[in-house]
């Protein structure tokens, strides 16, 4: 699956949005540039550590952790496992949203925001549905911080590459 842009409507991650006390060395810098510049996929931290490397940024596997880790703990990117327990990092697309719905391909492990798929009388029953669900967590006394629905599956590239094979 080929990289979207980002659209007008997502900025990207820049220094200027980093988390207080971050600094933006090299390697941060480079690392916003990679995710923010291919906000369709997810990243282990052994894929960052590579692609920063062929990159000419040497960072080690605990920096990797670390940047990672602090951009997720911000809301910058989303912090999932994925079916091989695997932990990947993605860009979030808009942090304004409430509910972020993605759709992961088990393969590839592309991502794609369902809310761009579905269109928004789709997206408008998921998050009516979703607000309900919420209120009574609250009412429970719970009250979630960040909200995600993701669903995994084959994408349409890697259902047709399965098809081929078979």
Avoid: F, I
């Avoid at 369709?40 to 990797?64: F, H, P, Y």
């Avoid at 997720?72 to 327990?85: F, T």
Wanted: aromatic share 4%.
């Amino acid at each position: 699956m080929s990289p979207r842009t980002p659209s007008s409507a997502t900025a990207p991650l820049s220094v200027q949005s980093l988390p207080p006390g971050m600094r933006a060395t090299r390697a941060t810098k480079a690392l916003l540039g990679l995710v923010s510049g291919q906000p369709g996929l997810q990243w282990s931290v052994a894929e960052v550590q590579a692609r920063l490397q062929k990159m000419g940024v040497d960072v080690n596997r605990v920096t990797a952790y670390r940047l990672l880790d602090r951009l997720a703990a911000a809301g910058k990117l989303v912090k999932s496992v994925d079916a091989e327990r695997l932990t990947r990092y993605a860009w979030r697309a808009d942090t304004n949203e409430p509910l972020q719905v993605r759709y992961e391909c088990t393969d590839c492990h592309s991502v794609q925001s369902l809310q761009e798929r579905a269109g928004d009388a789709a997206t408008a029953q998921v998050n009516q549905a979703m607000a309900q669900y919420l209120q009574v967590l609250q009412e429970q006394g719970l009250a979630p911080a960040q909200t995600e629905l993701r669903l995994q599956g084959l994408c349409a590239d890697c259902k047709h590459g399965h098809q081929d094979k078979a």
